[in-house]
């Protein structure tokens, strides 16, 4: 998978190499409406984080969001 990473991921002070962890090393992915999908998986620290990327026509990803876990995510790590 290619994956580019817009401005607006880093808005939380996510970095990009914990993005990137995150989606490789993801215990939960979750396509969603509109080419979204979420990913909840570790930083590099072990620190639970959720990341949305748009899924491209040409299966590369573009994370638009990237923050530490909200306790409305944490069920689903739980399920796999």
């Known amino acids: 998978m290619r994956l ?16 990137k962890h995150a989606i490789a090393c993801a215990m939960s992915i979750d396509d969603r409406d509109n080419d979204l999908r979420l990913y909840l998986g570790p930083a590099r620290n072990s620190e639970l984080i959720e ?5 491209e ?7 638009i969001h ?14 796999i």
């Open 4 to 19: 580019g990473i817009h401005p607006a991921a880093r808005k939380h002070g996510i970095s990009d190499d914990d993005i």
């Open 51 to 55: 990341v949305v990327t748009v899924v």
């Open 66 to 79: 990237a923050m530490r876990m909200r306790r409305k995510y944490r069920w689903l790590p739980s399920e």
């Open 57 to 63: 026509n040409d299966a590369t990803e573009l994370a």
